[in-house]
């Protein structure tokens, strides 16, 4: 009695233990057989077989394994009239044994019936083994040992099971009983084989079923323990299905069809950025949240794929590039980037408005033309006016634009030097130099703007100081004369150079009259 005891507390253990999984139950139909010394040879699968039955009740504990509680019935014998060598011992047996045990069945394939999705229909085979005990009222002749009416056995097995449905399923199986003992059948180990305990056999189809809690969605996760109970799921997410395998459930994942991350809501997030690729509106580019996961290059607060200046700060007038003198022209097509200006001109201003713009004009505040790169040619002489010493007067270039005086001119002026004559050592003028004078004045109204030097000398006799003087006297004398005359004082200038430069001997009279000289030289204006 303390075996059986033992033998019912280890069953309960493990079905207390388990008490929340899903149960089942079963029905067993088969054949038994004995094997021990009244058998031959020591091993038969289906020698001197009997009928036999069974019962279970099932807890699958995980999808691969489960414990069974089992009560089987089965017909055990033996007879040596079956064999030759034994014959003359006459010795038989037979036995109905009432069995109960417990198992533990290992399904090698048994997770592919639940696997995140849908019942899926398996065939796999699976192994088994627990420990049991035997009872039965024996019936013997001529045994030479009592027969124990219960034994310890220890069932080892394998089978073969097919799902017909998430209910029901059928097996083959086959298991045999490892006892510790040699007197099941009565013959003991005076006759019998001393090494060799007696066991035996079951062998048969099983009929399982699941039953007990309710599994709407066939996911095997009953829908009291099932967090999306009319949707196949996974055992590992509660019961709710994880379409794209990322380990959070569809239910909690904002992008079910697409991997993710757990941070993200299960949404993916290529870039890294921290922002999930269903709200990035550049997803494979690293970006600012506030910018819908886009990047700001230059940091001017313009997305980059909206910047048409992604690496220079800009304003969003001018699509993120910059227009530094805010004339509407971005900085890159503007010439002058500093300076407003229209469009025609790329930017830069025209001050003049000559249609020539500044950065390019060489007379940037007078209009001019484009042939002279902005400047006026007022005399038309081919000479622009920031070039020409006299821009109202025609002129060649080789002569900076004024006019070159005439041959005729020249003489007055050559002649004006012999014959403009002053008093005796005074600065007044003879009457005889006024038409001179004159004829210089009408030769100035010529050429307006030319500019005229006056320079008046002496000759060697008096005193140095007294003849610088007088010569001033005299080149000024003339000047005043002039300038009465209508001659601009500005364009006259007047000085003494006394007796220095003497151009004829002053030992003679002939050269101290020629010293005795004012000089009148026109010169182009400055």
Not at 436 to 448: C, F, G, S
Request: aromatic share 6%.
């Amino acid at each position: 009695m303390k075996q059986v005891r033992l033998l019912f507390l280890v069953m309960a253990l493990p079905i207390l233990a388990t008490a929340q999984q899903k149960w089942g139950g079963g029905l067993f139909l088969g054949y038994s057989n004995y094997l021990g010394d009244l058998v031959e040879p020591d091993f038969t699968m289906f020698g001197q077989a009997g009928p036999a039955f069974g019962i279970n009740i099932r807890n699958q504990v995980k999808p691969s394994f489960a414990i069974l509680g089992n009560l089987n019935y089965g017909k055990l014998q033996g007879d040596d009239a079956n064999y030759d060598r034994n014959k003359e011992r006459g010795a038989s047996f037979s036995k109905s044994l009432i069995e109960f045990s417990v198992t533990g069945e290992y399904d090698i394939l048994g997770k592919r019936r639940y696997n995140g999705s849908t019942f899926t229909k398996t065939l796999s085979p699976y192994i088994l083994a627990g420990i049991g005990v035997g009872f039965g009222d024996p019936k013997t002749e001529n045994g030479e040992a009592e027969i124990k009416k219960g034994n310890l056995a220890i069932p080892l097995g394998l089978g073969l099971r097919y799902d017909l449905n998430s209910k029901v399923f059928l097996a083959l199986e086959y298991s045999s009983r490892l006892t510790f003992s040699d007197d099941i059948d009565g013959v003991s180990s005076t006759t019998g084989n001393p090494d060799d305990n007696d066991k035996y056999n079951f062998g048969g189809l099983k009929v399982g079923f699941m039953f007990g809690d309710k599994d709407s969605d066939d996911d095997g996760i009953v829908d009291e323990e099932d967090s999306c109970p009319t949707i196949a799921g996974s055992a590992s997410l509660a019961g709710c299905p994880d379409t794209d395998g990322d380990g959070i459930a569809d239910k909690d994942d904002t992008c079910p069809n697409e991997p993710g991350e757990q941070r993200m809501n299960g949404c993916p997030d290529r870039d890294g950025d921290g922002v999930a690729d269903n709200a990035d509106d550049c997803p494979d580019e690293a970006g600012l949240r506030r910018f819908a996961g886009c990047p700001d290059t230059d940091g001017d607060n313009i997305i980059d794929k909206e910047d048409n200046c992604p690496t220079v700060v800009g304003i969003a007038a001018m699509n993120g590039c910059p227009d530094s003198d805010r004339d509407g022209i971005t900085d890159d097509k503007d010439a002058c980037p500093n300076d407003p200006g229209p469009a025609e001109q790329n930017g830069c201003p025209d001050t003049d408005n000559d249609g020539i713009a500044d950065n390019v004009d060489e007379c940037p505040k007078d209009p001019g033309i484009k042939k002279f790169n902005g400047c006026a040619d007022t005399d038309n002489d081919n000479v622009p006016d920031n070039k020409d010493k006299c821009p109202n007067l025609a002129g060649p270039s080789a002569n900076e634009g004024c006019p070159e005086i005439k041959a005729e001119d020249k003489a007055v002026l050559d002649l004006a030097m012999k014959n403009v004559q002053f008093e005796t050592s005074q600065a007044k003028l003879l009457s005889s130099s006024i038409k001179v004078l004159d004829q210089i004045a009408e030769v100035m109204k010529r050429y307006p703007g030319y500019g005229l030097t006056i320079d008046g000398y002496t000759d060697s006799q008096g005193n140095d100081f007294a003849n610088q003087q007088l010569s001033e006297n005299r080149a000024k004398a003339c000047f005043e004369y002039l300038a009465g005359k209508g001659v601009a004082k500005d364009l006259m200038t007047h000085a003494g150079h006394g007796e220095s430069d003497p151009i004829g001997d002053n030992n003679t009279a002939d050269g101290r009259r020629k010293n005795r000289r004012v000089i009148f030289k026109l010169v182009n204006p400055k």
